[in-house]
């Protein structure tokens, strides 16, 4: 059963920093891609940044480009994603997902972690 588990939300002001770790387990780490995603209230789910485990490939939306940093840690089957300069504008509800790599969409979540930010 593939399951992930996202820990290290909380509250911090902004400017502060908060790493978000995302452990996976039944399934082979290097044959997916591993994406964080984030839900702001009245807001579109958006995919933050994602990973591609075997190589180290990622990609960051352009509103977290140079403040994010996804990394992974292959003994652990685990990933992270440093988020430092934080703003009000990235409160919400983290999550992270796996796609199995050809796959079209990300089919298995976790549960998410609350990150909120305070001016």
């Known amino acids: 059963e593939v399951q992930l588990v996202e820990s290290g939300g909380g509250s911090v002001q902004a400017g502060g920093s908060l790493t978000l770790s995302c452990t996976t387990s039944g399934f082979t780490f290097d044959d997916y891609v591993i994406a964080w995603f984030r839900r702001a209230p009245g807001k579109e789910r958006e995919r933050v940044s994602c990973i591609r485990p075997r190589d180290g490939a990622t990609y960051y939306a352009d509103s977290v480009k140079g403040r994010f940093t996804i990394s992974r840690d292959i003994r652990k089957n685990t990933i992270y994603l440093q988020m430092s300069s934080l703003k009000p504008e990235d409160t919400a509800v983290y999550y992270c997902?796996?796609?199995?790599?050809?796959?079209?969409?990300?089919?298995?979540w976790g549960q998410g972690t609350q990150v909120t930010v305070s001016s």
């Open positions: 997902a796996a796609q199995a790599v050809g796959a079209t969409k990300y089919n298995s």
